[in-house]
């Protein structure tokens, strides 16, 4: 099913080929990979807010578990030099907790809301 056809992001996000395996930092991040699979028309109305969470291992379900240790290994495989932030972040915090929210970074997503509502944004 092209998801794309009808403009419907809901569950076009949630397929596997979008669960992102890594600790995104908005900073670093591509966001072309998503952007470019929408339709034109969905790209010119379609507005992004990065909103960074954290990794409890001990609350994952069986399924993120499994991706997070494939993730693990393929880290492992390569040389400590090639290592990005990310995945030096990821053996370290590994099997442990790391919280990266930032009660700030909501804003823009706050102010876009309220100038939809006061009509005010176009």
């Given amino acids: 099913m092209n998801h794309l056809a009808n403009n419907s ?10 669960i992102h395996r890594r600790l995104a930092d908005p900073a670093t991040t591509d966001y072309s ?54 995945e030096n972040l990821l053996l370290e915090t590994y099997g442990g907790q790391i919280d990266f929210c930032d009660k700030d970074s909501i804003m823009p997503l706050v102010e876009y809301v309220q100038a939809l509502i006061n009509g005010s944004y176009p």
Avoid: C
């Avoid at 992001?9 to 979008?18: C, G, H, Q, V």
């Avoid at 954290?54 to 290994?73: P, S, T």
């Fill in 33 to 86: 990979l998503i952007i470019n699979r929408l339709s034109k028309e969905l790209r010119e109305q379609a507005r992004f807010f990065h909103l960074r969470g954290g990794v409890d291992y001990k609350r994952l379900g069986i399924i993120h578990k499994i991706m997070m240790a494939v993730k693990k290994r393929e880290i492992l495989k390569k040389p400590t030099y090639e290592l990005t932030s990310e």
């Fill in 9 to 18: 992001i809901s569950s076009y996000w949630l397929e596997p080929r979008f």
